[in-house]
């Protein structure tokens, strides 16, 4: 019980992520990667050693697209008709059906991936595997702040990390937004107690903008609203109109 109410304890089990998830670095590519791949290189043979000429991207791999289009994953004028042919889509298809997510935060960084080391897939899941460690640290953190018990809030984080379901994104390159939208997101939260708490007045200005940086990795990152809502109307203090005008 003493390690778990260390001060230490987040760094302790920021590693801890590293090392349980580290088979994760040899898993390859899956699904969406091979698609993240052959956009930000103009190349689908993912094995083959590049060339120089093959890091001067064709087409969907400038900056500008990447962060715009790099979810596009069904589009009608692009790849409707090829995916329905493949039958990854059923032949009764609507001809305007369209899966698109904005996720610009998190192209980047596979953007970042493949301008530093384009031929490394384990130094891909490397990055994905330090959001998973900065996670781990921010959780902890977060328990600390909530919970009084140094010991029960340094169990909770560890039980987080030990939980099989932080492991996917890590696994699947693609789904890195994730672990990148709850970073920011855990810092929203916990710059939001510093501010009504605390009253640290920055929290009031650098809350919303991790948020935005939470909703910018992927939608998901709406479901931190929620717990805003849930921290005014259940640890906050003063009148109703004050907690509405701090969600606001």
Known sequence: MGLLASRHLPLILALLAVIVSLPAAWMGLTTDDYIHRARLLGDVESNRPLKDADLMPRGGGRLGAVLSDLFVMVD??????????????????????RVAHWRPLASLTHWLDYRLFPNSIVLMHAHSLLWFALVAFLAARLYRRFIPIASVAGLAGLLYVLSDDSYFPTLWLANRNLLVSLAFGLVAMILHDRWRGDRWKAGAALGPMCFAACLLATEGGVAIFAYLVAYEVILSRGSWGCRLRALA
Not at 89 to 94: A, N, V
Request: net charge negative.
């Open 76 to 97: 009608p004028e692009e790849n409707l008709q090829r995916l329905r042919t493949y039958g990854a889509l059923p032949w009764w298809t609507d001809e305007g059906y």
